[in-house]
C-alpha cells in the first residue's frame, strides 16, 4: 500500500513506516529510550531525503516524550527547577542547531554531517550499551546486582560560579553545567533529529551528580520542550517537517511503545538491551561503512531552489 | 455545443486541412490528459499523446517522415557535486550549478535522432537533452568559491547531471516510441515517475521531412498537487510557522491520548 508524501515528495509504503514506527515505538517503550537515533537513519535507509527525515523525526520524538514525561510527573520524578534551567540551554542550543543545519543544507554536507555524527554516537553508544549489558550479565551469573556508583569525591564541577540550590535533586552546584550539558542535547536535537536522553541522562548521573529516581524524567521534561521548539523551527526554516510522515510514524510509535512497555516487565532486560546495543552497532557500522566505501557514482545532483 | 457551432468548427478544420494549395503536411496532435494531479496514491502515471499527419495533395508519401515528441517540464537551477576522498571518507568536493535544467525531459521519436534531422536542426529546435540550452553553469569549490573547470571537467558534470536524472527517470531517451498506426495516425505513451516536480509542461510534436521541420505543435500539461498533498505542501510552505505548531501540538496530544490510554489499563 503506496502513499505519497507531499513534503518528502515521494512515494512509501504505508505498512513498512507504521511497522518502523512500532518496532521503534516498542523498543522506546521496553528501554525508555527515545528511539529517534534508531529512526532517522532508518528513514534515511529508506529514501527518504534526511532533512526531511530530521525534521520529522522531531515531531516524533514530541509524543514519545510528552508519554514518558506524563508518567514521570504522576510519579514526582521531575526536578522543574533543573528541567528549566538545561531547557534554557536546550532552547540556545536548538537554535544555534538550526543555523548550523541551514549552513551545512547551504555548502552541500548536510548528508556528511548527519552520517558522521550518526557514525560516532551510534558506535559509541552501542559499545557502551554493550558493554553494560554484558557486564550485567556476568554480574546475574554471579548473583549479584550492579549499581552505578555514586563516588564521594568532588569534582571540578563544584567548583563552578553561580551556585543555585536545586530542591529536588538535593544538589547545590553552579548552573554552567546543566546549561552547558542542554544547549549541547538542543544542538544535536536539531541536526540530528533525536530527544537527545543518551546524552542528557549519563550527562546528569555522572556530571551533575543527580539522583537517578529524578534524572530520566527531568531528561524527558527538557526534551518534550526542545524537541517540539525544533519541529517548528524546522518546519519554519527548512519546511522539512512533513505532516503524513510524521502521522504514520506517530500512531506507530504509540501503539508500539504500549507493547514495550508491557514486554519490558517480562523479559530479562541484560539479553534485550545487549540486542539494542547489537542493533545500533549495526547501524553505526553501516552508515561508517557507506562513508568509507566509494560510492556507486561520484556525482550526486540536487535542486537549488525548492519546488514551489 | 450547439449543432451550429459544431458545424462551423469542422468546417474550419477542414479549410485547414484542404483549404491552402500549396501548404504542406499539417499535424493534429492531442494529449490523453492535460492535468496530472498527485494525490496521496500518486506512483506516477503514463501519458498518452496521439495525433495524425493531414497530408496534402496526392504526391505526399509517407516515406522521410519523423514524428519526434519533447516533453519538457519547468526548468530550474540544478547544482551537481561530485565526491572526493578526504581523510579516507568520501564528501561532497566541487560542484557545478546548471541554472536552466528542465525537472523533466522526455524525447520519444519514430527513429533514432541522430537518423531523424542534422545536429543543427536538433539544436535549433532543442531536441533531445543534449541540445537543450541550461543556462552558463558555474563551478564552485568545496569553500564555496568560484572555480573555473577545464571543459573536460564541465563535461564530465553535465554528463553526471544527465546520467543522475536519467536514473530518477526524469530524463526519458526513447527512439523508437512513437508508434505509426497505419499512414497517418501516429501515438506514443511517455511514463511519468512518481518523482515528477510539480508545474507547468509543454508537450511538442515536431513532424520532421527529410530531416527538417515540416510542423510543430506545442500543447499545455499542468501536473499538481491535489487534495491533501496540495493542501499539505502549500500549508507547509506559506503558512510555515503554523504548520510546524499544529505539527508539534498534534504530536504531543498523540502522547497525552497514549498517556491517557496507557493508565486506563
Known sequence: ??????????????????????????????????GGFLMTPLLIFLGIPPAVAVGTQSTQVVASSVTGAIAHSKRGSIDFKMGGITLAGGIAGSVSGIFIFRLLVKIGQIDLAISVIYVVFLTIIG?????ESVRAMLAARAGQSVAIGKTAHHSWIHGLPLRMRFHRSRLYISVIPPIAIGFFVGMLSAIMGVGGGFIMIPGMIYLLRMPTSVVIGTSLFQIVFVTALTGVMH???????DAVLGFILVVGGVIGAQYGVRAASRLRGEHLRALLAALVLLMGLRLGWALITPPADLYSIVDVAPHS | MTKRALIAVLLTLAGLAFGGPARADQLVTD???HKIAIKSNFTGTQILLFGAIEANGPDERALNRDIVVVISGPARAVTVRRKARVGGIWINHDSVTFPKVPGYYAVASTRPLE??????VLQREQIGIDNVNLGVPVAQGMDGSEEILSPDD???????LIRNKRRDKLFINDPGGVVFLGQTLFRVTVDIPANVPVGLYTATVFLLRDGQVVDAIASPLYIDK?????????FAHGDALLYGLLAVLGSAAAGWLASAVLRER
Do not use: C, H
Request: no cysteine.
Open chain 1, 1 to 34: 500500500m503506496q502513499i505519497y508524501l507531499p513534503i518528502a515528495e515521494m512515494p512509501v509504503n504505508v505498512l513498512v513506516i507504521f511497522g518502523m514506527g512500532m518496532t521503534v515505538g516498542f523498543l522506546s517503550g521496553m528501554f525508555g529510550v527515545g
Open chain 1, 127 to 131: 559499545a557502551l550499551m554493550m558493554a
Open chain 1, 235 to 241: 518546519s519554519v526554516e527548512n519546511q522539512t517537517v
Open chain 2, 31 to 33: 494529449l490523453s490528459e
Open chain 2, 115 to 120: 537518423v531523424t534531422a542534422g545536429i543543427d
Open chain 2, 154 to 160: 564541465e563535461k564530465d558534470f553535465l554528463k553526471a
Open chain 2, 226 to 234: 491535489s487534495g491533501l498533498e496540495r493542501f499539505l505542501y502549500r
